[in-house]
């Protein structure tokens, strides 16, 4: 058995792996990362990715980091805890491949563009402008996956995968900072069935500690202070 420690923070997609690691019934460390504090530039948490980013798994020592390659090396490690589905040969795999992709390559993306648009502009005047068109981009795609929830409870129709936990860490993000939710009724019924997993149950208790841990240090993450600072170029 492999060696794990996972490097987190709260309500990142970090809360992706650690669904997976739960659902494969895999034991690792997790390790609390505080942006505020300035963990994810030290030059300890840089050694093990140069990026500064989390979800980061330290395996037996070496670090995987980009959640689209450590769950699909999850994945493809524990097939018996059917993160992806039963490929029969490289192409069906290589489709699995690409769904994974869409949402770490397509749709995240879009929510650091709706959370933090002063990252993406050098005018603070720009930054609403940033929002509007992320927040029309990810109305897009979410009327794309409420088609396609539409022929089972989810992404893959009756089984359950990775990609739903994906999706949903993506809804749970943007409608957290606005998007309005009434539009999309199977999302909101996805949620409902994925929330009732033990495995998300117990991944959204170690976020929710995690969360007053940090808030008790007074190291919370406060977003409108994060947009003042990149303002100011306070923020690299």
């Known amino acids: 058995m492999n060696d794990l420690t996972l490097y987190y923070a709260p309500d990142t997609c970090a809360r992706v792996t650690m669904i ?7 034991p690792y460390e997790p390790k609390l990362i505080s942006f505020v504090r300035g963990d994810h ?3 300890w948490f840089r050694a093990l990715n140069p ?13 995987l ?16 805890a059917g993160l992806l589905p039963e490929a ?6 290589a489709r699995s491949l690409a769904d994974l992709a869409w949402c ?14 002063h990252f993406f502009c050098d005018r603070p005047e720009a930054a609403a402008n940033v929002r509007a068109l992320a927040e029309a981009a990810i109305t897009a795609e979410f009327l794309l996956i409420e088609a396609r929830l539409a022929a089972g409870p989810w992404w893959y129709g009756e089984r359950w995968s990775i990609i739903d936990a994906y999706i ?25 069935r994925l929330s ?39 923020v690299a």
Request: proline content about 6%.
């Open 104 to 117: 770490a390559a397509g749709l995240h993306p879009i929510v650091t563009r709706m959370r933090l648009p």
């Open 88 to 93: 029969n040969g490289a192409f069906e795999a």
């Open 65 to 80: 980091t980009e959640n689209l390659a450590i769950l699909q090396w999850l994945a493809d490690a524990c097939p018996q």
């Open 51 to 63: 990026r500064g980013r989390v979800p980061t798994l330290v395996v037996d020592g070496a670090p």
């Open 20 to 26: 997976a690691l739960d659902e494969a019934a895999l």
């Open 196 to 234: 009732g997993r033990p495995s998300v149950r117990r991944v959204l208790d170690i976020h929710a500690a995690a969360s007053r841990q940090l808030a008790e240090q007074g190291l919370a993450v406060n977003f409108d202070t994060i947009a003042s600072q990149v303002s100011q170029g306070k």
């Open 168 to 192: 949903n860490w993506i809804w749970f993000r943007v409608t957290g900072c606005g998007l309005d939710a009434s539009a999309f009724p199977r999302l909101q019924d996805h949620e409902r």
């Open 41 to 43: 530039r030290s030059d």
